[in-house]
């Protein structure tokens, strides 16, 4: 079992920058060395979409076309936490933003929520003109 909690959101005026955190623990591993972690956000009335996603062990990462260029996704091992580093932010990233983790042995990128097992419980972020 996997435990995320995300932290960080806030109130922010369009163009600021704001970084999210997301702390996670396990009760049965060790590492995360294994998973895919992936930031999603969900704004009222519409769906969960894909923010990113970042491998634990490789640290490579992989953007939707809507924040690419102004989101970063980076994660401590030391830590044990992810962040997602977000620049020039506009009233369109007003959103709940999750972290959410999977598991995989292999190459596999997930963009979509069902593929993910575990969920923190969000952080709001919400962006002014």
């Known amino acids: 079992q996997v435990q995320l909690v995300e932290s960080g959101g806030g109130l922010v005026q369009a163009g600021d920058s704001l970084t999210l955190s997301c702390a996670a623990s396990?009760?049965?591993?060790?590492?995360?060395?294994?998973?895919?972690m992936g930031w999603f956000r969900q704004a009222p009335g519409k769906e969960r979409e894909f923010v990113g996603v970042?491998?634990?062990?490789?640290?490579?990462?992989y953007y939707s076309d809507s924040v690419k260029g102004r989101f970063t996704i980076s994660r401590d091992n030391a830590k044990s936490t992810l962040y997602l580093q977000m620049n020039s932010l506009n009233p369109e990233d007003t959103a709940i933003y999750y972290c959410?983790?999977?598991?995989?042995?292999?190459?596999?990128?997930?963009?979509?929520?069902?593929?993910?097992?575990?969920w923190g419980q969000g952080t709001q972020v919400t962006v002014s003109s």
């Open positions: 396990a009760t049965s591993e060790r590492t995360f060395i294994h998973y895919v």
């Open positions: 959410a983790a999977v598991r995989l042995i292999n190459s596999e990128i997930p963009t979509r929520p069902s593929r993910y097992d575990y």
């Open positions: 970042v491998t634990w062990s490789a640290g490579r990462t």
